[in-house]
Nanobody, 115 residues
Framework: QVQLVESGGGLVQPGGSLRLSCAAS????????MAWYRQVPGKERDLVAA???????YYAAAMKGRFTISRDNAENTVYLQMNSLQPEDTAVYYC?????????WGQGTQVTVSS
């Protein structure tokens, strides 16, 4: 069983930056491809970025060049550095495996981009 705890969200002005963290419990973390997702009310949860066990990365088109996903397998943690944030990035951000595992969803962390 893996428990995921997201943190680092908050209120930021357009153009600002935030760094999200996802701390995972359980030794299985190192064997999983991990990802960040986001969801706004009334919409599907979308994939933001993913990272393989070896560190190869994938980004959704709207995030390329602005977001950076990374992982520290020694610390069982996945990060999402978000730069040049825009109001449309406002959402609850979650981490999970990719593809996501139903029992792994955490509470998420709210990111609000507003002036």
């Amino acid at each position: 069983q893996v428990q995921l705890v997201e943190s680092g969200g908050g209120l930021v002005q357009p153009g600002g930056s935030l760094r999200l963290s996802c701390a995972a419990s359980g030794s299985i973390f190192k064997s999983l491809r991990m990802a960040w997702y986001r969801q706004v009310p009334g919409k599907e949860r979308d994939l933001v970025a993913a990272i393989t066990q070896g560190g190869s990365t994938y980004y959704a088109a709207a995030m390329k060049g602005r977001f950076t996903i990374s992982r520290d397998n020694a610390e069982n943690t996945v990060y999402l550095q978000m730069n040049s944030l825009q109001p449309e990035d406002t959402a609850v951000y979650y981490c999970n495996a990719q593809p996501p595992l139903l029992n792994f969803w955490g509470q998420g962390t709210q990111v609000t981009v507003s002036s």
